[in-house]
């Protein structure tokens, strides 16, 4: 286990109470809260750095364009790619949708397939169904087992020749099984597919490699890993990345314009960073990724992993509560109090300072294969204890319909 | 009166009678009602209440949906206290629900059984639970008055 003295490095995590109770903090699937570090790296460069990146010649202009090139650097060594397949982008979603929008819309014909499956965080398949709007593309959806992940039989039935892309999230923002994306990038490119990771909730908590994992294309958000908000990464295997088209033009993307129309981009990554970016989010994104190395990566999907299992061996002793997936391979549990619906357990856990999520996430998926129409989710990081677990259980064990509905009372 | 409102247990039984039983809880899809989809955001609920309205007379209300304790149980009490009642009547109660969501000065009397929501403020983003059926029928009230 990682060593709680580390929470030392989260403001939040020292004295912030709600409702009366000291904070647990449940919910970093949603977000993660920061690090002293993280905090400083931004206010850093408001502090001391101030010019804009890319756009001046003098020695403020230079530290800045130094600062965020090393973030890009530090990001292509944290998933092993090279610095120039790393572009900066708003966070996940907004990487997603840029695949869907400069590649997907670019190349994908009628009749193409795009491959996605009935867990998918909204931001990983509402594009794609703006795509097939415009292009004439369908989506079909892999079947789940019935614990609700991909199966690699499964996956190799649906891959047929008019599957041009393959769209899926390593780790579920629901269930939280890591899915075989080794196996289903090599797959794929069998038939000649493209794969598209939504590593929103993977890059966070495990070492990801993704010249091991093949993959073409990788999102994720610098918010889940400590980082600030208002930065996430696309990663692009250069060659796709050079083909592709940005959803944004204008200043810092183009290399010369003239009057006749004629538009010579940048090569990538800068092609797709048009306009002044959240520079300060990306220098924190760079302390983030230092912190979480120190850390250790493998560390901390241990730590989770122990917490996991440590919180599913009590709550399985639990009569009033149902767990949807004891097995996650990470830090998510999705549960619910028997007969008291997801908000208004909420309420009550939050009552007790408890932050977890309530949501229907994805209405189909939970509806056929967990039968219920909301649930909660409670997720880990490095930073949660036993001791937080052990106070979530409590509250757990208390919870029920009159406790519920006493807190409006 | 006012002391029976005020005893919590009472409060409470009335939220779970109407959360297990809830009144009124079969739409019709009938031409004649108008009807409103409510599903928010940033809460689960997810409800469609009906409403007929003829000569400024609320005739009938209906609603269904999946919905939290607070949600349900505050639209089957709309329900019940606007079925029946003139279009300006149903103007004063719904103005005095949000005063006393809101946790301003209310009229007890007029509310009856919404009464047992007064402390739903307590827990601040449950406020839309217990406004999203009372939203849809103000919508349709407006509907029908023209504006
Ligand atoms: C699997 C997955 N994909 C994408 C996203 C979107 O991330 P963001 O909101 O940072 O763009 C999330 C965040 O909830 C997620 O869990």
């Not at chain 1, 991909?150 to 041009?164: A, D, P, Q, S």
């Not at chain 1, 269930?175 to 797959?187: H, K, S, V």
């Amino acid at each position: 286990m990682i060593n709680a003295s580390i929470r030392k490095d989260f403001p939040m995590l020292n004295g912030r109470k709600m409702q009366g109770h000291d904070l647990v903090y449940l919910d970093n699937a949603a977000t993660t809260l920061k690090p002293q570090c993280v905090i400083d790296a931004v206010t850093h460069y408001y502090t001391h750095l101030g010019a804009n990146a890319h756009r001046g010649d003098y020695e403020l202009s230079f530290e800045v364009d130094t600062a965020y090139e090393g973030s890009r650097k530090a990001v292509a060594q944290l998933i092993n790619a090279d610095e120039k397949e790393i572009v900066f982008t708003s966070g996940a979603s907004a990487s997603l949708n840029l695949i869907a929008y400069g590649y997907g819309r670019k190349f994908l014909k009628e009749g193409d397939v795009i491959l996605s499956c009935e867990a998918e965080h909204a931001s990983d398949v509402l594009p794609w169904m703006k795509c097939c709007e415009e292009n004439g593309c369908v989506i079909e959806y892999i079947p789940l087992n019935d614990e609700g992940r991909i199966e690699i039989e499964t996956f190799k039935k649906c891959l047929h020749e008019k599957v041009k892309m393959v769209a899926l999230a390593h780790v579920n923002n629901v269930l939280g099984y890591e899915q075989p994306m080794a196996e289903i990038c090599a797959l794929a490119h069998q038939i000649g597919a493209i794969v598209s990771v939504d590593a929103a909730q993977s890059v966070p908590h495990m070492k990801i490699d993704v010249k091991k994992m093949d993959c073409d294309f990788l999102s994720f958000s610098g918010h889940k890993m400590c980082g600030p908000t208002g930065v996430g990464v696309l990663y692009g295997k250069y060659n796709l990345l050079q083909q592709m088209d940005p959803f944004m033009l204008g200043g810092g993307s183009n290399a010369r314009f003239d009057m006749c129309g004629n538009i010579l981009l940048k090569d990538a990554p800068y092609k797709f960073e048009t306009g002044t970016p959240a520079i300060e989010a990306v220098i924190g994104l760079h302390a983030a990724i230092d912190y979480l190395n120190q850390i250790g990566m493998e560390n901390i999907h241990q730590h989770e992993k122990e917490l996991h299992d440590y919180a599913i061996e009590k709550l399985m002793q639990l009569e009033n509560v149902h767990v949807y997936n004891p097995h996650a391979d990470g830090g998510i549990i999705t549960f619910n109090i028997k007969d008291v619906f997801a908000q208004d357990s909420a309420s009550f856990f939050n009552s007790q300072g408890i932050a977890l999520r309530a949501g229907q996430h994805c209405a189909k998926l939970l509806n056929e294969k967990l039968g219920t129409s909301a649930t909660l989710r409670a997720s880990f990081y490095f930073y949660n204890t036993k001791e937080e677990i052990d106070r979530f259980i409590e509250v757990c064990a208390q919870a029920n319909i009159e406790n519920c509905l006493n807190l409006f009372f | 009166m006012s002391g029976y409102f005020d005893d919590p247990m009472v409060l409470r039984e009335i939220l779970m009678d109407h959360y297990q039983y809830p009144r009124n809880h079969e739409l019709t899809h009938d031409e004649t009602y108008m009807s409103r989809h409510m599903a928010s955001d940033s809460c689960i609920d997810d409800i469609i209440v009906e409403a007929k309205i003829n000569d400024g007379v609320i005739e009938d209300i209906r609603f269904d949906g999946v919905a939290c304790t607070i949600s349900t149980a505050a639209t089957s009490i709309m329900s019940e206290l606007l079925k029946g009642k003139q279009l300006e009547e149903a103007h004063t109660i719904i103005d005095n629900y949000h005063q006393m969501i809101d946790g301003k000065a209310y009229d007890e009397e007029m509310l009856e059984e919404a009464v047992a929501l007064k402390g739903v403020g307590k827990q601040a983003n449950r406020i839309k639970c217990a406004t999203i059926g009372w939203k849809a029928i103000e919508e349709m009230i407006e509907e029908s008055e023209g504006k």
